[in-house]
C-alpha cells in the first residue's frame, strides 16, 4: 500500500472495481486509505476525477486487509506492489501460488525485474504477468504488458483488455528484455544527456530544457516512429533522406558512462541549485510535476474526445 499501490487502487477503483488492499501493517494501511481520500476529494474538487463513479462511491470500493488469504479471496486480478526486491517478490508469489485458483491473474508492478526471474517454477505460471506502470500511474497511463516465456496468451489479451477498461494505455511486449521498452529508451536519452554535459557540450539545465521546450512537447502526444512520418513524406522517405545523417551521428556516441565522477557533481551542483536537495522543496517541485501531469492528462482527453 506505498505510493504505487494506492496510485493502482484508485485506478482500479476509478473503473468501478471492488479493491481489497493487502498490507502486512494496519497503520499503514489506515495512512493509505486516508492518503487515497485525500487524493480523490482533491481531484473531485478540482474536476479531474477519473472514471464515472463520484469520489466516495470509489472510496467505498476500496477495503483494507492485512491477511493475504483473505485480501485475494474471490480476486479474478491481483497486482503486486512490493518494493522492487526480487527475493521479497518471489516470496510473494510464492505465497500467492499456493492459495489462487486457475482464473486469477497474478501481476507484478516491476520495472526491471525479468518475469523468467520473477515466475519461474510456479505451477500457475501460466497466469503470470509483469503490468509495469510509469510512476504515479494514475496520471501517467501506460502500462508495460511483458509475459513470462510460459504465459498463456489468454493471460496477456485478459490483462490487456482490463487495463484498457480502466482508462490505462496497455502496450504489449512480444517478449521480455531487460528494461522492458520505456526504460530502454529513458536510459538511452540520459546516457546522450550525460554524455553532452561531461563533453561540455551543454549544461545540465539547457540540457533539460531541449527536452522540455523542444522533443518534449512533440513526445507528449506522438513518438519518435510517428514524427519520423511526419517530418517527411512518411516513414520511408524520412529513412532516404536521413538515414546517412543519422548513422554520422550516432557513430560519434561514446561508451555507456559511468554516472559518477566529475559530470556527476556538475549535473548535481546544477540541480540542487535549481530545485534545494531539502525535503519540503522536493516534495513541492513533485506536486507541481504531478498538476502539470494532470493538467495534460486533461488536454489529451479533451482532445480525444473533440
Not at 21 to 34: G, K, N, T, V, W
Not at 242 to 248: I, N, P, V
Amino acid at each position: 500500500s506505498g505510493l504505487i499501490g494506492r496510485s493502482w487502487a484508485m485506478v482500479f477503483a476509478a473503473g468501478g472495481f471492488k479493491v481489497k488492499l493487502y498490507d502486512i501493517a494496519q497503520q499503514q494501511l489506515m495512512s493509505a486509505l486516508e492518503n487515497i481520500r485525500q487524493q480523490m476529494k482533491e481531484m473531485e474538487k478540482l474536476g479531474v476525477l477519473k472514471g464515472a463513479l463520484s469520489a466516495e462511491q470509489q472510496l467505498a470500493l476500496i477495503s483494507v486487509c492485512t491477511d493475504l488469504k483473505a485480501a485475494v479471496e474471490g480476486a479474478t486480478f491481483i497486482q503486486e506492489c512490493t518494493p522492487e526486491n526480487l527475493e521479497l517478490k518471489k516470496k510473494i508469489f510464492g505465497q500467492l501460488d499456493l492459495i489462487v485458483d486457475d482464473n486469477v491473474i497474478l501481476s507484478s508492478s516491476t520495472s526491471c525485474l525479468l518475469p523468467s526471474k520473477l515466475f519461474t517454477g510456479l505451477k500457475h505460471v501460466k497466469q503470470c504477468i509483469v503490468s509495469h506502470p510509469v510512476n504515479p500511474p494514475y496520471f501517467v497511463p501506460l502500462v508495460e504488458i511483458v509475459p513470462h516465456p510460459e504465459t498463456d496468451p489468454s493471460t496477456t489479451e485478459r490483462t490487456y483488455a482490463l487495463m484498457k477498461k480502466i482508462g490505462q494505455s496497455p502496450v504489449k511486449l512480444n517478449r521480455e528484455i531487460e528494461g522492458f521498452v520505456l526504460n530502454r529508451l529513458q536510459y538511452a536519452v540520459i546516457s546522450e544527456a550525460w554524455r553532452l554535459v561531461g563533453e561540455g557540450v551543454i549544461s545540465p539545465t539547457d540540457l533539460d530544457l531541449v527536452m522540455s521546450d523542444g522533443l518534449g512537447m512533440r513526445y507528449a502526444f506522438i513518438g519518435p516512429l510517428e514524427t519520423m512520418h511526419l517530418n517527411a513524406e512518411g516513414v520511408s522517405n524520412y529513412c532516404e533522406r536521413y538515414a546517412e545523417g543519422m548513422r554520422l551521428v550516432l557513430n560519434t556516441f561514446g561508451p555507456v558512462p559511468e554516472f559518477s565522477g566529475e559530470t556527476a557533481q556538475k549535473v548535481s551542483k546544477a540541480l540542487s541549485e535549481k530545485i534545494p536537495v531539502v525535503p519540503k522543496v522536493l516534495d513541492a517541485r513533485r506536486k507541481w510535476r504531478d498538476e502539470c501531469l494532470i493538467g495534460l492528462a486533461k488536454l489529451k482527453t479533451q482532445m480525444k474526445s473533440d
